[in-house]
């Protein structure tokens, strides 16, 4: 099998996805109730989140419409009214996004040459004159655990805690390692290892989060970023092992990285506790008692059908083929790439389009077989690139507040959840000071108790999840903002972006 090139080149419609903060620090906001658009929102929520559509784009600057989630467009009138609908032409809704060195935005209005601005409230197109009122600062609104990849070195930045560095250097996104977390705080991002150390401007990585380790962020669109000390120096990789470090010289655009949600990857157990994994590039067996880098597969899939691809580190997916065996040789849109998933208690079974369930045969090898599903259909299934878990519901992210004894579920920023597995699909829940997560008789929760408790996780999506807690019902976004286990079902908001 020839190599295939590990990146996909079309961003997801979540890499498009930005806020726009004001030079009072607030949000471009999507004021669904009011018919209007205004920018006094202090956090970045889905009133805050904006889909960047492009038409054109040149080097500093280029053409485009702001859509919200609900569908409308960010529309300019000629009377320097600013409201959101759908375009009356072809021009309607159209700015010219300029790009600052700064690494702030100016939106421009195509029809009457007016500068999108804010009063800190209000929203409106009046000026021609460019100001610093003008001036917006575009926040990627993706999930804040993420992958930096280089498209002109094609790979991965990893974390090595071992000697403090991050190389770019993985062509394969499958470590922990790989992942990052992104902090903003006050204009600036911190980026955070898996082990929770953070990027600073020496080379080195630090131990906490200072102004040694605030960046500022340039974003183009289609997720493209670059990270800058503000002084002149900017991140990319150096020398002949891609150390990432600040520098003066970048070349070729060696600064630019394709900034893109953490994948999930895990692993799969066989009823008889071996690995499944790819042998000789291709072939498929239940046989390996240790976990490697072929034992290691991207979760993809579709929340809507509950169809689910296995994507190998070799590039390629996991396909039945004749004599209903399974190899890892499939291409993307390959139907027989397809499997439709099925939970019991955080073990997963897996059927192929023909309508049989995957199963091990007595040589290990992994087949289509079974019409009914019996034990050696059932796959022990873990996270194999989380150490934790970084939970973003319908209201924000799960976490602790100094004001609030309880665990929330609509912060700005998440708290990091750390996953001790015990069985196959069930995991410990505990906080960054080690600490467990502690459940009330009114299904609320503490993160400062002493015993382990058992949380079932079950993937619902390529980066969802949803997780039955000890009293037998599912964790649920409360509009109060509080984390509530008290779903007999699956509800919107039991599903949980990670």
Not at 120 to 129: A, K
Not at 196 to 223: I, K, N, Y
Not at 241 to 258: A, C, K, N, V, Y
Not at 406 to 430: E, S
């Amino acid at each position: 099998v020839e190599e295939m090139e590990w990146m996909q080149r079309r961003p997801k419609s979540e890499d498009l996805r930005i806020g726009l903060i004001s030079w009072a620090g607030t949000y471009l906001t999507f004021e669904a109730y009011k018919n209007t658009v205004t920018a006094a929102a202090k956090g970045l929520g889905k009133k805050q989140t904006w889909e960047l559509l492009v038409s054109n784009e040149h080097e500093s600057q280029a053409v485009v419409r702001l859509r919200s989630l609900q569908g409308l467009y960010l529309l300019s009138e000629g009377d320097g009214s600013v409201g959101y609908g759908q375009p009356r032409s072809s021009h309607h809704g159209c700015f010219l996004l300029r790009f600052h060195r700064n690494g702030k935005w100016t939106l421009q209005c195509i029809i009457t040459g007016r500068y999108l601005e804010s009063d800190g409230e209000d929203v409106f197109c009046n000026s021609r004159v460019l100001s610093a009122y003008h001036m917006w600062a575009p926040r990627p609104a993706l999930h804040v655990h993420v992958t930096l990849y280089s498209p002109l070195n094609h790979c991965y930045a990893r974390a090595d805690p071992t000697v403090g560095r991050v190389w770019v250097d993985a062509p394969v996104p499958c470590l922990e390692e790989c992942g990052f977390l992104l902090h903003f705080q006050d204009g600036c991002y911190h980026v955070e290892t898996s082990t929770h150390l953070f990027l600073s401007h020496l080379d080195r990585l630090a131990s906490q989060p200072s102004s040694q380790t605030a960046f500022h962020m340039q974003v183009r669109p289609g997720g493209l970023v670059a990270l800058s000390d503000g002084e002149g120096g900017m991140l990319y990789p150096q020398g002949a092992r891609l150390l990432l470090g600040l520098g003066s010289g970048p070349h070729r655009g060696e600064e630019w990285f394709i900034l893109q949600h953490c994948p999930a990857w895990v692993s799969l157990k066989s009823k008889a506790r071996k690995f499944i994994s790819v042998f000789y590039d291709v072939e498929v067996y239940a046989a390996s008692e240790r976990l490697t880098q072929m034992s290691l597969f991207q979760f993809e899939c579709n929340k809507e059908s509950s169809t689910l691809q296995l994507r190998s580190a070799n590039g390629y997916y996991l396909v039945q083929r004749h004599h209903r065996t399974v190899m890892a040789d499939g291409h993307p849109l390959e139907s027989d790439t397809f499997f439709r998933m099925h939970w019991n208690c955080g073990r997963i079974m897996l059927q192929s389009s023909n309508g049989r369930f995957l199963g091990v045969m007595a040589n290990g090898l992994l087949v289509a077989n079974a019409t009914i599903p019996g034990p050696t259909e059932e796959f022990g299934i873990r996270l194999a690139n989380r150490p934790f878990l970084a939970l973003r519901g319908r209201y924000g992210y799960v976490g602790t507040s100094s004001e609030h004894d309880l665990v929330r579920c609509n912060l700005d920023q998440p708290d990091c959840i750390h996953l001790l597995p015990c069985r196959q699909g069930i995991y410990h829940f505990q906080a960054q000071d080690g600490s467990f997560w502690s459940i009330t008789s009114f299904g609320t929760f503490r993160p400062w108790g002493k015993f382990a408790l058992n949380f079932c996780i079950e993937l619902q999506g390529s980066n969802l999840l949803t997780v039955l807690a000890p009293n037998g019902f599912y964790l649920r976004a409360d509009r109060s903002g509080t984390l509530l286990a008290d779903s007999e079902g699956i509800t919107k908001e039991c599903i949980w972006e990670f």
